[in-house]
């Protein structure tokens, strides 16, 4: 027999034993690690709450066609340079972002009680996190670029 599980997706509940199962007893949430199956710990329990409850932020898109034109801007140097330039500039926010929050964490003597929001924080630093930007902005605007030119 083959079975196909396909991967979770956001919303997907969490999926518990039903039955008692050798010495395991009903309730008992199973985790896939590396090439075997085990009981989940804690930290992988949170993370199956965390994306059950994403079922209510699911985005619902709808696509229709409206009259007009769209505007192609010639892929010059100088509109690269500006496009990248922006999307560097929000992407490196986050980086702010996360500072301020740990900063105000630290200053907490509650946050042990707060939820928890991330289960494992980004351990890049601010110039590592610089260096990720600006390899995904340049390979993307040379995939850009490519087909730009295939027209």
Excluded at 6 to 14: A, E, F, H, M
Excluded at 47 to 59: D, G, I, N, P
Excluded at 69 to 84: G, W
Excluded at 99 to 105: G, N, Q, T, V
Aim: aromatic share 8%; hydrophobic share 35%; with cysteine.
């Amino acid at each position: 027999m083959l079975v196909d599980v396909s991967p979770p997706r956001w919303g997907d509940l969490i999926h518990p034993l039903h039955k008692e199962y050798e010495s395991y007893r009903p309730g008992t949430v199973f985790h896939r690690y590396a090439g075997k199956t085990e009981p989940a710990r804690p930290a992988e329990i949170y993370a199956l709450t965390e994306r059950a409850r994403r079922a209510t932020k699911r985005v619902n898109v709808a696509v229709t066609m409206t009259t007009g034109t769209v505007a192609v801007l010639a892929p010059t140097e100088d509109v690269r340079r500006t496009i990248t330039d922006s999307l560097r500039e929000v992407m490196m926010r986050q980086v702010e972002t996360a500072e301020e929050k740990k900063k105000a964490a630290a200053s907490d003597p509650y946050r042990a009680f707060g939820s928890l929001q991330v289960l494992w924080p980004d351990s890049r630093s601010p110039e590592d996190f610089r260096q990720e930007v600006d390899e995904y902005l340049s390979t993307s605007i040379s995939r850009c670029s490519m087909l730009w030119r295939r027209r």
